[in-house]
């Protein structure tokens, strides 16, 4: 019998046969064969692959695109990248950002108030955008659209459809926390993006039960940890996980023992910079822990778990997925994902840790609910499925929208939506005004000095972010470099020769400055064409010049050292 056919791989594709079928195609020494895609109301050909065949070598490359689960996940990830796109170039550089920038000058291993993964991204941005709020932010918004696409790979490897891997990607992309830290580089942007990944890759591990997967485990550890050390909570989820589950059997996996060998030796750099500086950040997250206690920024952690860490209209899903990791059979052998949740959450809670220090740990869980509900709703009516899909479109849909206008930067600076938007998110707006116009003050009070107090000027700043402002703007009207005695700015000490007069910004004269200087005179008033108070500023909006310190420099450094 006369056939022709030709092989592609694995594939065979028969263009003519003696029994006169119609081209097929088929794995080679596998039975039967798949047709071209028929139209089911008229049974004629459509030139259209099926499903199956689109996976094959033979469907076009747009085909393939359209029906690859990664597709919507990618536009929905570069949807979320131009909405940030077009609103984060608003208002100015956060107090953190400025910080962080200021530290990536100096790079090190190591910082007082974060480990040294954050200044380096902040270094590359700026050598690579210069000043470009756009620019400089793109690596946070870059990392919230790896989240969502990550997170919609959890929802498939849970084994969930289309459906519920978008409905699990919508849920994550407008969660309030991973917004807000989407349009800033901080640490907390780029620590969400660990977890989630880390999240991503034990599912792979369960799922395809390859040990190999625990270096690339070990690696997405270690770089939470180089990012901010919080990620030693969701470690010891992960070894709960280990221990609580069938994955113990891990235990006696050399490539277990390998992921954490390679996670320690990716973090080993930072710990040598901690020891040789006496472990500088246990005495910095002692101090922050105490203030924020102090000031009951603690308080009500549980409570802001419904509304803060996800959308409210997320809490069903990521609620779902608690359940389905510890008591549906599916969810079994991912049980070590509810133990990565639980043990963080708990120990961040008696700990009395922060409401969003346990926010990255959400979009696992709202991967599994979507799957859940999805897989719930299979054994109910077609109406019954297709109302809950309704619902969950247009409930994610208002709530998103809702989330958006207030923590991204739609507002104009100093109306009363901003205001009321800046409160709401905990006066972070109001931390990204005036500090081209402090510096511009700063640069006044400088011009108005006499010559001897020029030649030996110095910049003391209240906090790293004040500092940090004055390093990238003042070289524009040829300021000195600010010296500060918080957190990493200390360690660089005041400068060779010592100044003789300072100007000082963000400091009170009447219980601070006077004790230090014999002489302190008022010259100068920040403000800004808003009318804002910048809350890293605070009251002390005034700027002054002193001199003649009452100790000599070396002695008054060694204690001129905070947190903040």
């Known amino acids: 019998m006369l056939e022709v056919s030709i092989e592609i791989g694995d594939w065979k594709h028969t263009l003519y046969s003696g029994t006169g079928n119609c081209a097929s195609y088929h794995r080679k020494n596998s039975p039967g064969c798949a047709t071209l895609w028929r139209d089911p109301m008229t049974d004629t050909q459509t030139g259209i692959l099926s499903p199956a065949q689109s996976r094959s070598p033979l469907a076009s490359p747009w085909q393939r695109i359209i029906r690859n689960d990664l597709t919507p996940l990618i536009l929905l990830a570069l949807a979320s990248i131009l909405l940030h796109t077009l609103t984060n170039g608003r208002y100015g550089f956060h107090r953190d950002e400025l910080a962080s920038l200021d530290d990536g000058r100096h790079l090190a291993w190591g910082y007082v108030a974060y480990p040294p993964l954050t200044p380096l991204v902040a270094r590359v941005a700026f050598e690579l955008f210069g000043t470009s709020l756009l620019g400089f932010r793109l690596s946070a918004t870059l990392a919230l659209g790896i989240v969502i696409v990550l997170t919609g790979l959890i929802a498939r490897d849970l084994g969930g459809t289309r459906f519920a891997q978008l409905v699990a990607a919508v849920a994550a992309a407008i969660s309030p926390v991973a917004l807000f830290h989407a349009s800033v580089v901080m640490y907390t942007s780029f ?94 997250l002692k101090s922050i822990h105490a203030r924020d206690v102090g000031l009951g920024r603690a308080d009500g952690f549980l409570h802001k778990q419904l509304w803060s860490n996800t959308a409210v209209m997320s809490v069903p899903l990521w609620l779902a997925g608690l359940y389905y990791f510890f008591f549906v059979p599916e969810g079994k052998r991912y049980r070590a994902l509810g133990w990565m949740f639980l ?22 869980l709202i ?25 969950a479109r247009h409930a994610l849909a208002i709530n998103g929208v809702m989330v958006m206008l207030v923590v991204l930067r739609f507002p104009s600076p100093g109306t009363g939506w901003w205001r009321f938007c800046d409160q709401l998110n905990g006066n972070n707006f109001s931390e990204e005004v005036g500090w081209q116009e402090m510096v511009a003050s700063i640069a006044t009070v400088r011009d108005s000095l006499s010559a001897e107090d020029r030649s030996r000027l110095s910049i003391l700043a209240g906090d790293a972010g004040e500092a940090g402002a004055v390093n990238l703007y003042g070289s524009a009207y040829g300021l000195p470099r600010a010296i500060s005695g918080s957190n990493s700015h200390w360690l660089r000490g005041y400068g060779d020769p010592p100044p003789q007069t300072v100007i000082t910004v963000g400091s009170p004269r009447d219980l601070y400055l006077e004790r230090f200087f014999e002489s302190c005179v008022l010259a100068g008033h920040l403000s800004n064409r808003y009318g804002i108070t910048n809350a890293a500023v605070g009251n002390y909006t005034d700027l002054f010049v002193c001199r003649n310190l009452r100790q000599p420099w070396p002695e008054f450094w060694k204690d001129f050292h905070w947190f903040g």
């Open 367 to 391: 991967a599994a609910g979507a799957v859940f509900v999805e897989q719930w709703a299979a054994a109910r009516s077609v109406a019954h499925q297709e109302w809950l899909k309704s619902t």
């Open 191 to 284: 620590d969400y993006l660990w977890w989630v990944l880390t999240a991503c890759l034990v599912v792979r591990l369960l799922r395809s039960e390859d040990a190999r997967w625990w270096l690339a485990i070990g690696a997405a550890i270690a770089a939470g940890l180089m990012t901010k050390y919080t990620m030693a909570f969701l470690a010891a989820g992960v070894l709960a996980g280990v221990f609580f589950t069938r994955a113990r059997r891990y235990l006696r996996c050399l490539w277990f023992w390998a992921g954490i060998a390679l996670c320690v030796f990716l973090v080993l750099p930072n710990f040598l910079w901690q020891l040789h500086h006496n472990f500088a950040t246990l005495e910095f």
């Open 343 to 364: 043990v963080p959450f708990l120990l961040l809670l008696f700990a009395n840790g922060r409401e969003y220090y346990i926010a990255p740990a959400y979009p696992m």
